[in-house]
């Protein structure tokens, strides 16, 4: 449908949608849209402000939303932050982007930028987001350079990505600040003079309060950006009173999702990730396993695997013998038990000890390095056969082409299937 928007007025706009600009100017998070089309994926939105009489032609999909709005809906604080960091005399400058769940930092992050591009300024965009971004798949964190403006970030190509193995930070934060600290020095080496760092919502309890703060003081960033409606940022911001903080308003359109959208929104972005993929098989000991005990111990001595046997009943089809653990790997159809778990603590008082199902390695999601310890992309274990003399993995990915630069698997902690859809979590170094 075509529809006249007069200058001044706006469109607050849910995806699906198409729109195209087909006379006049409009505004989308600081990016001027003149004559061209912009897409609205599903779970967005974006927010359109005529800075004259326009038209546009509008397509909207099932579920997809269009309400006409007074004016524009970013807030007039944002444009605060512009002047006070051109006015940072620092050679390249980080700035940190914190904000409650669908408080609009990346709306934010994307008005902050344009603005910025706009000044000839080379801006760098790490999007921290393993659940919700929108530079790479979901479990990863990602680093653009954006070369020109944009109305949504998805639509910059990440060049870094780094693998975090689940869909938000809890239990990972080691990995989260590696991660970030890895895409850091990767855009200042590209040339970044402006950092934009858009971090997650996890902003309420101590692991989050001990994650921003580990953050903080490990980026130091130059400015801190928080947004917020009142003051529920305030016990994060207390404690940094010596770094320089901009506090900014909510937008006044926004879109808010529920646990189940997001889990929707990430299974759409998985099945997109995985479609054309195909399947490649190594041998384990050809790579290096990651955030598993898999693959880094040794054979265990005949007299230990007899006293296993016989506590299991069973003969366990593989066995890995570490300084610090035992694994042991058990066949489809064997259930362990309270008896079982205390006998085998008995005879390994000294080493701590897993007992593994076979098929618990299925559908975990893995992430793929090549050996510069570059992220190549995602697999999901189809299977781990561990009936040969060396255990053969099986991995569905997209990057099944670049078999031959894999020199690296780390182990998530996220199951998927081929289409996406979520099957569940296994527990951090339980694999």
Same mark, same amino acid.
Request: glycine share 8%; proline share 3%; aromatic share 10%.
């Given at each position: 449908?075509?529809?006249?928007?007069?200058?001044?007025?706006?469109?607050?706009?849910?995806?699906?949608?198409?729109?195209?600009?087909?006379?006049?100017?409009?505004?989308?998070?600081?990016?001027?849209?003149?004559?061209?089309?912009?897409?609205?994926?599903?779970?967005?939105?974006?927010?359109?402000?005529?800075?004259?009489?326009?038209?546009?032609?509008?397509?909207?999909?099932?579920?997809?939303?269009?309400?006409?709005?007074?004016?524009?809906?970013?807030?007039?604080?944002?444009?605060?932050?512009?002047?006070?960091?051109?006015? #940072? *005399? =620092?050679?390249?400058?980080?700035?940190?982007? %914190?904000?409650? &769940? $669908?408080?609009?930092?990346?709306? +934010?992050?994307? @008005?902050?930028?344009?603005?910025?591009?706009?000044?000839?300024?080379?801006?760098?965009?790490?999007?921290?987001?393993?659940?919700?971004?929108?530079?790479?798949?979901?479990?990863?964190?990602?680093?653009?350079?954006?070369?020109?403006?944009?109305?949504?970030?998805?639509?910059?190509?990440?060049?870094?990505?780094?693998?975090?193995?689940?869909?938000?930070?809890?239990?990972?934060?080691?990995?989260?600040?590696?991660?970030?600290?890895?895409? #850091? *020095? =990767?855009?200042?080496?590209?040339?970044?003079? %402006?950092?934009? &760092? $858009?971090?997650?919502?996890?902003? +309420?309890?101590? @692991?989050?309060?001990?994650?921003?703060?580990?953050?903080?003081?490990?980026?130091?960033?130059?400015?801190?950006?928080?947004?917020?409606?009142?003051?529920?940022?305030?016990?994060?911001?207390?404690?940094?009173?010596?770094?320089?903080?901009?506090?900014?308003?909510?937008?006044?359109?926004?879109?808010?999702?529920?646990?189940?959208?997001?889990?929707?929104?990430?299974?759409?972005?998985?099945?997109?990730?995985?479609?054309?993929?195909?399947?490649?098989?190594?041998?384990?000991?050809?790579?290096?396993?990651?955030?598993?005990?898999?693959?880094?111990?040794?054979?265990?001595?005949?007299?230990?695997?007899?006293?296993?046997?016989?506590?299991?009943?069973?003969?366990?089809?593989?066995?890995?013998?570490?300084?610090?653990?035992?694994?042991?790997?058990?066949?489809?159809?064997?259930?362990?038990?309270?008896?079982?778990?205390?006998?085998?603590?008995?005879?390994?008082?000294?080493?701590?000890?897993?007992?593994?199902?076979?098929?618990?390695?299925?559908?975990?999601?893995?992430?793929?390095?090549?050996?510069?310890?570059?992220?190549?992309?995602?697999?999901?274990?189809?299977?781990?056969?561990?009936?040969?003399?060396?255990?053969?993995?099986?991995?569905?990915?997209?990057?099944?082409?670049?078999?031959?630069?894999?020199?690296?698997?780390?182990?998530?902690?996220?199951?998927?299937?081929?289409?996406?859809?979520?099957?569940?979590?296994?527990?951090?170094?339980?694999?």
């Amino acid at each position: 449908m075509d529809l006249s928007i007069q200058k001044e007025k706006g469109l607050y706009v849910e995806g699906p949608a198409k729109i195209t600009v087909t006379n006049g100017i409009v505004n989308i998070f600081g990016k001027k849209v003149v004559n061209d089309s912009i897409i609205v994926k599903r779970g967005k939105a974006i927010s359109i402000y005529a800075e004259n009489d326009s038209i546009l032609q509008i397509t909207s999909g099932i579920g997809g939303k269009i309400e006409e709005i007074d004016g524009t809906t970013i807030p007039k604080d944002w444009g605060t932050t512009i002047e006070a960091i051109k006015k #940072l *005399e =620092k050679k390249i400058i980080k700035v940190m982007i %914190i904000g409650d &769940i $669908d408080s609009g930092k990346t709306t +934010f992050t994307t @008005y902050l930028a344009n603005k910025l591009i706009e000044s000839e300024i080379r801006v760098a965009v790490i999007d921290a987001d393993m659940g919700q971004g929108e530079l790479g798949p979901p479990t990863t964190i990602n680093l653009a350079i954006p070369e020109k403006q944009f109305c949504c970030l998805s639509e910059n190509e990440a060049i870094h990505s780094y693998f975090v193995g689940r869909t938000s930070p809890a239990g990972i934060q080691c990995r989260v600040i590696a991660g970030i600290n890895f895409l #850091l *020095e =990767k855009a200042v080496n590209l040339g970044a003079q %402006i950092i934009l &760092i $858009d971090t997650t919502g996890w902003v +309420f309890g101590s @692991y989050a309060r001990e994650l921003k703060l580990v953050k903080f003081y490990s980026f130091k960033p130059e400015l801190i950006i928080a947004l917020q409606e009142q003051d529920e940022l305030e016990h994060l911001l207390q404690p940094v009173k010596n770094f320089e903080v901009i506090r900014v308003s909510y937008p006044e359109k926004r879109r808010e999702r529920d646990r189940d959208d997001r889990k929707i929104l990430r299974e759409s972005l998985f099945l997109q990730y995985f479609e054309g993929g195909g399947e490649i098989t190594f041998y384990l000991n050809k790579l290096n396993t990651v955030y598993t005990f898999l693959g880094n111990g040794g054979h265990i001595q005949e007299e230990t695997y007899a006293q296993l046997i016989k506590i299991l009943g069973i003969a366990p089809i593989y066995v890995e013998d570490a300084i610090d653990m035992i694994l042991i790997i058990t066949p489809e159809d064997y259930q362990v038990n309270q008896f079982v778990l205390n006998e085998l603590e008995k005879i390994f008082a000294e080493k701590y000890f897993l007992v593994i199902n076979e098929k618990n390695y299925e559908n975990l999601m893995v992430g793929l390095l090549n050996g510069e310890h570059e992220f190549l992309g995602l697999g999901i274990i189809t299977e781990i056969n561990f009936h040969g003399v060396v255990p053969k993995i099986s991995l569905f990915t997209p990057a099944y082409n670049l078999k031959d630069q894999i020199k690296t698997i780390q182990f998530g902690c996220l199951k998927v299937s081929r289409s996406g859809r979520e099957i569940g979590y296994t527990k951090m170094w339980q694999i």
